[in-house]
T-cell receptor, first 114, second 111 residues
Framework: GQQLNQSPQSMFIQEGEDVSMNCTSS?????WLWYKQDPGEGPVLLIALYKAGELTSNGRLTAQFGITRKDSFLNISASIPSDVGIYFCAGPSYSGAGSYQLTFGKGTKLSVIP | AAGVIQSPRHLIKEKRETATLKCYPI?????VYWYQQGPGQDPQFLIS???????DKGSIPDRFSAQQFSDYHSELNMSSLELGDSALYFC??????????FGNGTRLTVT
C-alpha cells in the first residue's frame, strides 16, 4: 500500500521559534492534508492542499503541495505552547465508491519549551 | 459548528467480551469512516460507509463489524475482544470527497 514518510519524528523547540516538517511519498497524491492531534483527542484538520505547487496559509501555519505531488511541507511560525501535539500528514486513496482511505504519515511530535 | 460525536469516550472490557461503539456524523455528511489508533501509532483505516452502504474496507478484523443506520449514525461492533484491541477508535465523516472530520474517539481498554 501507499506509505507516507514524515520527518522529523519529534522536535523540541523554544517558544517563538519557527518549525518545519515534511512528508514524502513514493506515490502521487491528488490531495494532501495536514492534521494536528492533541493527546487523547481526535485529529483536527489544519490545512488541505488540492493543487500541485499550491501554497496555503492558516494563521501561523503554511503548507505547500509539492510540484511532483509526492511531497508536502508544513511550517509553523512563532511557535507558542499550544502548538504542542502530534502533526500528521495524510493522503487519500479513492475507492470509487463514494469514500476514500486516508493514509497517514507516522507523525511529528512537537514539544515547545516556554 | 456541530462535530462528530462518539460514545462512549472510555470503555473497559475484559477479554472475549463484546463492545459497541457509536458515532454520530456531522449533519448532512454522507460518508462515515472508522479508524483504529494504537499507542504511539498513526490512525489505521478500518471501514467506511457511503450513504449507509459499506464502501471500503481496510484492516478490520473479522471479529469486528459495522453498519450505518437510516439516521446516518454508525456503530462498530467488536466481539471476542483481545488485549491487542486496546486502542483509540475514531469515527470521521465527510461530505463527498471533502476532508475527513474526526470525532474525539473512544478509548477502549481490554483487560
Amino acid at each position: 500500500g501507499q506509505q507516507l514518510n514524515q520527518s522529523p519524528q519529534s522536535m523540541f523547540i523554544q517558544e517563538g521559534e519557527d518549525v518545519s516538517m515534511n512528508c514524502t511519498s513514493s506515490s502521487i497524491f491528488n490531495t494532501w492534508l495536514w492534521y494536528k492531534q492533541d493527546p487523547g483527542e481526535g485529529p483536527v484538520l489544519l490545512i488541505a492542499l488540492y493543487k500541485a505547487g499550491e501554497l496555503t496559509s492558516n494563521g501561523r501555519l503554511t503548507a505547500q503541495f509539492g510540484i511532483t505531488r509526492k511531497d508536502s511541507f508544513l511550517n509553523i511560525s512563532a511557535s507558542i505552547p499550544s502548538d504542542v501535539g502530534i502533526y500528521f500528514c495524510a493522503g487519500p486513496s479513492y475507492s470509487g465508491a463514494g469514500s476514500y482511505q486516508l493514509t497517514f504519515g507516522k507523525g511529528t511530535k512537537l514539544s515547545v519549551i516556554p | 459548528a456541530a462535530g462528530v460525536i462518539q460514545s462512549p469516550r472510555h470503555l473497559i472490557k475484559e477479554k472475549r467480551e463484546t463492545a459497541t461503539l457509536k458515532c454520530y456524523p456531522i449533519p448532512r455528511h454522507d460518508t462515515v469512516y472508522w479508524y483504529q489508533q494504537g499507542p504511539g501509532q498513526d490512525p489505521q483505516f478500518l471501514i467506511s460507509f457511503y450513504e449507509k452502504m459499506q464502501s471500503d474496507k481496510g484492516s478490520i478484523p473479522d471479529r469486528f463489524s459495522a453498519q450505518q443506520f437510516s439516521d446516518y449514525h454508525s456503530e462498530l461492533n467488536m466481539s471476542s475482544l483481545e488485549l491487542g484491541d486496546s486502542a483509540l477508535y475514531f469515527c470521521a465523516s465527510s461530505l463527498g470527497g471533502s476532508p475527513l472530520h474526526f470525532g474525539n474517539g473512544t478509548r477502549l481498554t481490554v483487560t
